[in-house]
């Protein structure tokens, strides 16, 4: 398995690609193999350095509108179809949002994204975003990004006029396993929106979940599915269960396996951004392993619905490991 993983990353670094065996292959290491896993993550962190050195990108999301989402995706403790107890609001007013902003930039934060809960966005609050990226874009010095699910071309682009600079999309799993998680739309569906958003010439920021019960092969396919959709910002959330959801019985990913599923997706999108997101608090200690394994991005501050590590202790732990922030 060495002289493979060494094989791969000399091809790689010589503008080559790994194959998808291969990458099913370093995904079976076994966790017990402390060697090789160390071995699989210096590779990846050599093409890391290679590839987009040393510089992290921190952004930062604020849920602007919660509850009561259409839409039944297993995971999410925002869809009206489950019983959470989520908090439910809806579009917070523009003082609060900037109160969030500033102090997002403050503590070292470069990208600040509004996150509505929704299938998309009705054009009430469509307008009402609209005026508020103009102004969060003369108000701080943030890229200003966005999250407001399926949206059209048209809309895309008046984000892009209003100031936003990403969209946040994600494909969540496979294409083959995503009718397993939800079944108000579609694949196909988001997709769609991804291609409405290049159009519009918007960046775009798109990963996935693990641990939704999809196997081995759905997740390489998921990073795959990525890299053919030229995608360079790639967030990988980690299942955290939540009580009230289908999957809040889940059994929960090792800290091991999501590291050494960031290795994998690195070897597979070298030049890209492999982003911390959701449910990496789970990792505990070992959070800074992932920054020696290909890491080099990273959602800070609390997420939708879940309580993340504060700006400041991330910023001292990925400076800590060689990183300019």
Do not use: W
């Amino acid at each position: 398995m060495k002289k493979l993983i060494e094989e791969v990353k000399k091809r790689i670094i010589d503008g080559g690609e790994i194959t998808y065996e291969e990458a099913l292959k370093f995904m079976g290491i076994s966790e017990k193999d402390e060697e090789m896993l160390k071995f699989l993550f210096d590779a990846a962190n050599i093409i890391r350095e290679k590839f987009v050195g040393n510089k992290a990108d921190l952004c930062t999301i604020m849920n602007a509108k919660s509850g009561r989402c259409s839409e039944n995706c297993k995971y999410c403790a925002q869809s009206a179809h489950h019983k959470t107890g989520v908090e439910e609001y809806d579009l917070l007013d523009y003082d609060k949002i900037l109160k969030r902003a500033l102090e997002m930039e403050r503590d070292g934060a470069h990208r600040f994204s509004l996150v509505t809960s929704g299938r998309g966005i009705d054009e009430q609050d469509f307008e009402k975003l609209l005026n508020i990226y103009k102004r969060l874009s003369m108000d701080t010095n943030l890229k200003i990004c966005a999250s407001h699910g399926i949206i059209s071309y048209e809309q895309a682009v008046r984000l892009k006029e209003a100031g936003v600079c990403m969209y946040h999309h994600n494909v969540e799993t496979s294409e083959r396993f995503y009718e397993s998680i939800c079944s108000t739309h579609n694949y196909q569906d988001r997709i769609d929106t991804i291609k409405n958003v290049k159009k519009a010439g918007l960046d775009l920021c798109c990963g996935g979940i693990i641990g939704l019960g999809e196997n081995i092969e759905d997740r390489v396919k998921m990073a795959f599915e990525i890299k053919g959709l030229g995608i360079k910002s790639i967030p990988i959330n980690i299942l955290n269960p939540i009580k009230g959801t289908p999957l809040e019985n889940q059994e929960k990913v090792s800290a091991l396996e999501a590291l050494k599923t960031m290795a994998v997706y690195r070897l597979i999108i070298p030049d890209g951004y492999i982003r911390y997101a959701g449910g990496r608090i789970a990792l505990g200690e070992m959070q800074n392993i992932g920054f020696k394994a290909g890491v080099n991005a990273a959602l800070v501050g609390n997420y939708l619905t879940t309580i993340g590590n504060k700006i400041v202790e991330d910023v001292k732990m990925i400076k800590g490991e060689g990183f300019e922030v």
